[in-house]
T-cell receptor, first 115, second 112 residues
Framework: KAGVTQTPRYLIKTRGQQVTLSCSPISGHRSVSWYQQTPGQGLQFLFEYFSETQRNKGNFPGRFSGRQFSNSRSEMNVSTLELGDSALYLC??????????????FGPGTRLTVL | KQEVTQIPAALSVPEGENLVLNCSFTDSAIYNLQWFRQDPGKGLTSLLLIQSSQREQTSGRLNASLDKSSGRSTLYIAASQPGDSATYLCAVISGNTGKLIFGQGTTLQVKP
């Protein structure tokens, strides 16, 4: 069974640009969550999608947005990039929404560098 | 607000040693606690999941315990190997928010 996949693996952008990251969950998993990981702040929750609906949102500005498609694949978008958005963005999938007892499985991440 | 703390931040041990990593959380209202491993620049690998009603879980040389009442979990690694070198992260799913809250991690180095 294939794991969680994320594309692209690496991205270099300049300030002010926008970026879209993609995540394909494990087959059969319907919940997708996104996290930002930086050396200073550690792992922080961005948002969670289940059945194409955002169920939960972390404390990030509106520049960070996401969506989920009917096949459970998810995308997150960051507009007007800032230097501080440089981070490893991780996607996780689970069978059911994370507010239950489900194990989370993570992808390899997308390393975003903003110059 | 749920906060997760891991001590120590870094640990270096000789190969073959048994070791314990600690995780504490401030709010006992959790659904479960999960231990992850992260290699440099890579994603997270799930090691063990303990449901809130459970006391411990075991997988190979790993054993994780959970004491909800005291807000603590430990990850025990037996007979450590150089391949165990990585950052170990503890995370809880908060019962109030349904969000996965991570600790800052413990970076382990096992020397041959």
């Amino acid at each position: 069974k294939a794991g969680v996949t994320q594309t692209p693996r690496y991205l270099i952008k300049t300030r002010g640009q926008q970026v879209t990251l993609s995540c394909s969950p494990i087959s059969g998993h319907r919940s997708v969550s996104w996290y930002q990981q930086t050396p200073g702040q550690g792992l922080q929750f961005l948002f969670e999608y289940f059945s194409e609906t955002q169920r939960n949102k972390g404390n990030f500005p509106g520049r960070f947005s996401g969506r989920q498609f009917s096949n459970s694949r998810s995308e997150m978008n960051v507009s007007t990039l800032e230097l501080g958005d440089s981070a490893l963005y991780l996607c996780a999938s689970s069978l059911e929404p994370s507010g239950g007892y489900n194990e989370q499985f993570f992808g390899p991440g997308t390393r975003l560098t903003v110059l | 607000k749920q906060e997760v703390t891991q001590i120590p931040a870094a640990l270096s041990v000789p190969e073959g040693e048994n070791l314990v990593l600690n995780c504490s959380f401030t709010d006992s209202a959790i659904y479960n606690l999960q231990w992850f491993r992260q290699d440099p620049g890579k994603g997270l690998t799930s090691l063990l999941l303990i449901q809130s009603s459970q006391r411990e879980q075991t997988s190979g040389r790993l054993n994780a315990s959970l004491d909800k009442s005291s807000g603590r979990s430990t990850l025990y690694i037996a007979a450590s190997q150089p391949g165990d070198s990585a950052t170990y992260l503890c995370a809880v799913i908060s019962g109030n928010t349904g969000k996965l809250i991570f600790g800052q991690g413990t970076t382990l180095q096992v020397k041959p």
